[in-house]
């Protein structure tokens, strides 16, 4: 399977990012569809399966890039779809749901910003079907701190390159603009599969 961009385009209803920081976000989305592309053929043809080796091979480069890039992919895509227009409103399922958990949307809505503030990566509201419940995790890069077989249902970027070039080091001011465009009928629409 080749891997394609999505085609995101950027409108001026949403607010959350404008539209040099989107472009420039869009690129490097586009980087890891591009590696992903590359990893695929290299683990087609001669990726030097013999020589694998733990400390330096290149077959172990394949194997770190592989995981990195897909995940690199996926979460760019899920995290541009959940940004929506201003004054989007949880409905009371989700509230509902969110509450089962954190004790209330507000509490929920707490967390998620403070592990917003805490990551160096991505915050992704997932849920994990191990323990029955949602959890908002931290992701210091693409593919370390997943939890496996979770779902993710929102997802933030918070690595420096997406927001430095229009908040500069105002992180709280991205996450705020964030938490209020957020498209809940994305959110409430990957919770199917939880039915
Ligand atoms: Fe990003």
């Not at 586009?30 to 695929?40: L, R």
Request: net charge negative; charged share 25%.
């Amino acid at each position: 399977m080749q891997f394609e961009k999505l085609d995101f385009e950027y409108t001026d209803d949403v607010t959350v990012i404008n539209r040099e920081q989107f472009d420039v976000h869009m690129r490097l989305y586009e980087g890891y569809i591009n590696k992903m592309n590359e990893i695929d053929a290299l683990l087609m043809n001669n990726p030097g399966l013999k020589e694998a080796n733990a400390t330096y091979s290149k077959f172990r480069g394949i194997k770190r890039g592989e995981t990195y890039a897909l995940d690199g992919v996926i979460l760019h895509e899920f995290y541009f779809e959940n940004i929506g227009s201003p004054n989007n409103t949880p409905d009371a399922d989700i509230r509902q749901l969110l509450s089962k958990d954190y004790g209330s949307f507000e509490e929920w809505q707490e967390h998620f910003v403070a592990t917003a503030k805490a990551s160096r990566g991505w915050v992704v509201l997932c849920y994990d079907p191990r323990s029955d419940r949602f959890r908002n995790i931290s992701l210091d890069a693409h593919d370390y701190g997943n939890i496996a077989m979770s779902i993710p249902l929102l997802v933030l970027d918070m690595y420096e390159h997406a927001y430095f070039l229009q908040y500069a080091d105002n992180k709280v001011e991205y996450i705020e603009r964030f938490m209020d465009n957020i498209d809940w009928q994305v959110v409430k629409d990957r919770m199917q599969i939880l039915q």
